[in-house]
């Protein structure tokens, strides 16, 4: 929905910034010409490359014919995810006390989080580590009374 909903946006800007015209000028002999040419990145709101994600899809050959509206949005949904995934990644180096994002911290993100864990979970992050786990069959047992010579206990007393 939150993907969906973002493309629709950046298609918006883009079929708005399409529509408009510059004035015609004072003479009236057309429009005036524009002095620099506008990135597709910047006319769909994006900081991913629609350019070259376009040249890659192209390049690629996935298919012979290419949409112009495909590199828009498969820049959109890669954006998003890096998005996400470097917010909680920023949030984890917080946790640790870190300024910088490691890719340890990349490796917490992605595995704490229940869908990005199902959607990335054949990929292994190279320096991530693994999760911090302790199965409770491992744990000591916590024992009803904290009487003192008690039979069984774990004290150590004589």
Known sequence: LIITALL????????????????????GR?????????????????QFPVGR???????GRY?????????VYLAAV??????????LAGNAARDNKKT???????QLAIRND???NKLLSNVTIASGGVL????QVLLPKKSDKGGKGEKGSASQEV
């Open 30 to 46: 057309g429009v005036k010409k524009a002095g620099k040419s506008t990135s597709r990145s910047a006319k769909a709101g994006l």
């Open 8 to 27: 629709q946006n950046s298609f918006q800007n883009m079929a708005d910034k399409g529509d408009k015209k510059e004035k015609a000028t004072k003479g």
């Open 63 to 71: 298919a012979s014919r290419i949409g112009a509206g495909a590199p």
């Open 114 to 116: 229940e869908e990005l």
């Open 132 to 135: 911090p786990n302790i199965h």
């Open 78 to 87: 890669l954006e998003y995810m890096c998005a996400e995934i470097l917010e």
């Open 53 to 59: 994600i376009a040249s890659l899809l192209k390049k």
């Open 100 to 106: 910088r994002v490691i890719p340890r911290h990349i």
